[in-house]
């Protein structure tokens, strides 16, 4: 699929308040819910070790490279109040990056913490292959039964002196332009409180935390699959 706009993003969209009060919320849910995230399949193992070696960054743990970890500790959000909060940035980019993507609903909202060294390797949220679309065996919710994700959405919620490292990242692919870069790192929503918005089968990446601690949250928003 070609895309004009592989992002949208609002710099600094939700105030510091805002932003704080979800932290601590966050925080506390971790404390009684939250647990670590895992790693994923030998597949996916192989198909971002393509990655790594085709992108030469030297800054690539060996754990990185060779084991695909997601590492950090995440829980979950639910709280309306939430998704009444963040959609309407959904719609907005959807329609204004010009994908317009039929899309009908969101999934719990994962409230992430990236400590010293941790990050999330290469990888993709959603696509359309059989193995992507939801069927009554993966999920508990009904309202997900027959589709796909399509849309994610992360909000950054520390403040740019909080943390070093710990950016988002994108690989546009293999057949990128070469008056493009295939690469990109995402500073530009590194303000607190920057909303980005991307098609779900983007891969991508959260780099290494260095210094401090990042959190931030994801909304995967899913709808029929592609046709």
């Known amino acids: 699929?070609?895309?004009?706009?592989?992002?949208?993003?609002?710099?600094?969209?939700?105030?510091?308040?805002?932003?704080?009060?979800?932290?601590?919320?966050?925080?506390?849910?971790?404390?009684?819910?939250?647990?670590?995230?895992?790693?994923?399949?030998?597949?996916?193992?192989?198909?971002?070790?393509?990655?790594?070696?085709i992108q030469g960054d030297k800054t690539l743990s060996e754990v990185e490279q060779n084991a695909v970890v997601r590492d950090s500790k995440i829980c979950w959000l639910e709280d309306q109040w939430l998704y009444e909060l963040l959609q309407p940035y959904l719609h907005e980019a959807n329609e204004n990056a010009g994908w317009k993507f039929q899309w009908d609903w969101s999934e719990s909202i994962q409230f992430t913490e990236y400590g010293l060294n941790q990050f999330y390797g290469w990888h993709y949220d959603g696509g359309s292959c059989h193995n992507c679309v939801y069927t009554e065996d993966k999920v508990k919710n009904k309202n997900m039964v027959g589709k796909v994700r399509k849309l994610s959405m992360t909000v950054n919620l520390s403040k740019p002196e909080d943390y070093e490292g710990g950016n988002l990242k994108f690989d546009y692919g293999p057949h990128t332009p070469k008056d493009q870069e295939r690469f990109h790192e995402c500073i530009e929503i590194r303000p607190q409180g920057s909303i980005i918005v991307f098609p779900s089968f983007m891969y991508h990446q959260v780099t290494p935390v260095t210094k401090g601690t990042r959190y931030s949250l994801v909304m995967q928003n899913c709808g029929n699959p592609f046709v």
Request: net charge positive.
């Open 1 to 53: 699929m070609i895309l004009w706009n592989n992002y949208y993003y609002f710099s600094g969209a939700l105030n510091e308040q805002t932003c704080e009060k979800i932290k601590s919320y966050g925080k506390e849910k971790l404390k009684s819910e939250g647990y670590s995230a895992g790693t994923f399949d030998k597949r996916a193992v192989q198909e971002v070790n393509k990655v790594v070696e």
